[in-house]
């Protein structure tokens, strides 16, 4: 700011008895001024005050608002005072950018919000206390209030500009949506919420759901606390499909009317697929793998089949692929296919017109196929599908037509097909018990789920997730295992895998005593399962001593898979065998721990 000058300054004994009246005057005026600035909320309207609340501090002939470009140039946004064809010499020059000699006259930089503002001021000179350091104190001040404020408004209208986007698309989605707060009030719905539950939305905002007698089923499944996955819910206003999320601030919930051909479904097989890519908890490279795979081959409607031992979760991927596929709205309908005997498969699958056969319902019923419409059908245990079977299916998925048992007419699929098994299909085509031709049509895309004796590393996270789940379900503080339980679970074959350790945990959580939260004792099915003197009490796992340090386990694998590979003399095959994993695991986890040198992948596809 210039430096104004050239006036008599007051005489000492005036200052004396002046300086305080003037500077409870000059805080009075800040405070105003303060508070006009807050009052303040949008940008527009703070710019054009600024001037006349500069006049309001300092005294002066004109105020002018500028705005500098990265050039130094100035552009005046807002003018209070004398117009400028009255101002000084020198206030001119200053306002387009020209050195001016020492008078006064007065600059101010205002930063915020990334723009570069100057106030110009064209001061006049006080009374006889007058002192200029005053009118540099007060210009001072004002000018961190301003910028300040500008930070303020500029947050408050890029929140106001976020709203209005958010309620545009809000208006522009055809599905319904509806936000709740965490005691079940409704916060906001969109135009398409309320026409499908045919409400006023400013008669419904604030109001809980449970206390709408139409609604109160609606509020129920929304108020159970867990996020929803194609939830059916039946009110006065027809059947909907629900989706919900929790947020930190309550619930957002999607709704979608079923169309009666979901409707019929729905009725025949209940929900939908329920799990989703979030509940695949694991963090090993080949799990991880297949799980990429699964999430790219949802994006499309080709056939896919999922192979794994028991209880790996292949019917949980494939309630996740279908959930994140663009079916996804549509019903997930399983059939198990080994559940059922050869003579009613055909039926099951393919439907029956009335009279097909003794005992047939006298309408007919549609089959699996049709009950899944544009959604996705699981083939459980797809192996064990009578020869017979194998070929009618096969000219179904070719033919992408099918007709009914005792029927002529043609119905055309429109349903994804996924198999799982536990079998190996290869071995089973080469041994005459599964068409060749079928196996082909069927693996499109092939998702081999890795056993979990394969994938250890990723215990602990799979009991953290289940031992959550358990507690959520019998409303207990969180649980956890002890350390001895959990080395006896790494030590564990798995031959159930995954479907396995979730049974035995929900067990021993269950036979925890009232206030207890950790796990201490190995559950009695596995004691049976291990050889005499595996299992340890609560006081420490047997062999080690109770002072020696835990091992992570991350050291624990690197140290078992190096033992192998020496005890093997180097023979990756035999070390695999030994720690009962896959050679494609073995070799992953020696570029991981830097164990030799693993051969590269076209090695490996010509290894036996």
């Excluded at 009075?28 to 303060?34: I, N, P």
Aim: include cysteine; glycine fraction near 8%.
């Amino acid at each position: 700011m210039a430096v104004p000058g050239g006036f008599e300054p007051a005489r000492e004994e005036d200052s004396l008895l002046e300086d305080p009246v003037l500077e409870q005057e000059r805080l009075r005026q800040l405070v105003a001024v303060s508070q006009t600035l807050s009052a303040l909320e949008h940008p527009e309207a703070l710019l054009e005050g600024l001037p006349r609340l500069a006049m309001m501090l300092v005294r002066a002939t004109a105020v002018v608002l500028l705005e500098a470009d990265a050039a130094g140039g100035l552009t005046p946004l807002v003018c209070e005072g004398l117009p400028l064809a009255r101002c000084s010499e020198s206030f001119r020059k200053m306002l387009r950018g020209e050195a001016v000699a020492a008078g006064r006259c007065a600059l101010v930089s205002l930063r915020g919000a990334g723009r570069r503002l100057v106030l110009a001021l064209e001061l006049v000179e006080g009374g006889a206390a007058w002192r200029e350091r005053d009118d540099e104190e007060q210009l001072a001040v004002f000018g961190s209030l301003v910028e300040a404020a500008l930070v303020r408004v500029s947050a408050s209208a890029a929140l106001r500009q976020a709203a209005a986007r958010d309620a545009a698309t809000l208006a522009t989605i055809r599905e319904g949506i509806l936000t709740l707060a965490h005691d079940g009030s409704v916060r906001d719905l969109n135009e398409a919420a309320a026409r499908l539950l045919r409400v006023v939305p400013a008669r419904l905002v604030g109001r809980r759901l449970r206390d709408v007698a139409a609604l109160a089923p609606l509020g129920e499944v929304l108020g159970t606390g867990r996020p929803l996955s194609d939830e059916v819910v039946v009110l006065a206003e027809g059947e909907f499909l629900v989706r919900s999320r929790c947020y930190e601030g309550g619930v957002v919930a999607t709704l979608q009317e079923l169309s009666p051909a979901q409707r019929q479904a729905h009725k025949r097989v209940g929900s939908q697929a329920r799990c989703g890519f979030e509940d695949l908890i694991g963090e090993d490279p080949v799990f991880r793998a297949c799980l990429e795979d699964a999430r790219r081959a949802a994006r499309s409607d080709v056939p896919i089949l999922i192979t794994g031992e028991s209880g790996t979760g292949k019917e949980l991927v494939a309630q996740a692929i279908h959930r994140a596929s663009p079916q996804s709205a549509f019903p997930f309908v399983g059939i198990n296919v080994a559940a059922f005997p050869r003579e009613l498969l055909e039926s099951e699958l393919f439907g029956y017109e009335r009279g097909a056969f003794t005992g047939a319902r006298a309408g007919g019923s549609i089959g699996k196929f049709e009950q899944a419409d544009q959604g996705t059908l699981l083939l459980d245990e797809i192996g064990d599908m009578p020869l017979e079977m194998q070929a009618k299916l096969l000219r179904v998925l070719q033919e992408r037509m099918l007709q009914r048992l005792g029927g002529s007419r043609t119905v055309p699929i429109t349903a994804r097909v996924m198999a799982t098994t536990h079998h190996d299909l290869e071995r089973a085509v080469g041994e005459g018990r599964f068409r060749l031709d079928l196996f082909h049509r069927l693996r499109v895309v092939h998702l081999c789920l890795p056993p979990l004796r394969e994938r250890l590393s990723d215990i602990p996270l799979l009991v953290e997730y289940h031992l959550k789940r358990q507690a959520s379900r019998l409303r207990r503080r969180s649980l956890r295992v002890a350390p001895q339980v959990m080395e006896v679970l790494l030590r564990h074959d798995w031959p159930g895998n995954v479907r396995e350790l979730a049974n035995l945990l929900e067990g021993a959580a269950c036979l925890l005593a009232e206030g207890e939260d950790v796990i201490t004792r190995v559950p009695l099915a596995m004691e049976r399962a291990l050889p005499r003197g595996a299992v340890s009490d609560a006081s420490g796992p047997r062999g080690l001593s109770p002072g020696e340090p835990v091992l992570p386990l991350e050291e624990v694998e690197r140290r078992a898979f190096e033992h192998a590979l020496s005890h093997c003399a180097g023979n990756v095959a035999q070390a695999a065998k030994a720690l009962k994993v896959a050679k494609g695991t073995f070799y992953s986890k020696m570029r991981r721990y830097g164990l030799g040198t693993p051969p590269d992948s076209a090695a490996l596809l010509l290894s036996p």
